[in-house]
C-alpha cells in the first residue's frame, strides 16, 4: 500500500511546464504530497495572482491542471508559483 499525505493548507510548488495558449500548467506535486483530481491551484507570479486551475490527471510527482479560461490575467509561465485553493 502506498502512503498518501493529506493535501495541507498552503500547499504549493511549482509550474514545470505551460500548454499552448495558457490551456494547461504542469505543477511539481503529485499524489505523494495528496494533490487529487478536481483540487484547485491559484497560479502566482509574485503578488500577481495569474489564473486558477483545476487538476484533470496526476501522478506521483506531477498534475496537470487545466486554466479555468475567466480566470487567466496574463501569460503563464515556467516557475510561476501554484498554491492550492482552499475551501
Do not use: M, W
Amino acid at each position: 500500500t502506498q502512503v498518501v499525505e493529506a493535501p495541507s493548507v498552503g500547499l504549493s510548488g511549482q509550474v514545470v511546464s505551460v500548454g499552448t495558449h495558457n490551456a494547461f500548467v504542469v505543477i511539481n506535486l503529485g499524489t505523494t504530497k495528496g494533490v487529487q483530481v478536481n483540487q484547485k491551484f491559484n497560479i502566482i507570479r509574485g503578488t500577481t495572482t495569474l489564473a486558477t486551475a483545476q487538476v484533470s490527471s496526476v501522478d506521483n510527482d506531477y498534475a496537470i491542471a487545466q486554466v479555468i479560461t475567466d480566470s487567466l490575467h496574463g501569460s503563464l509561465g515556467k516557475g510561476d508559483t501554484a498554491t492550492i485553493v482552499t475551501q
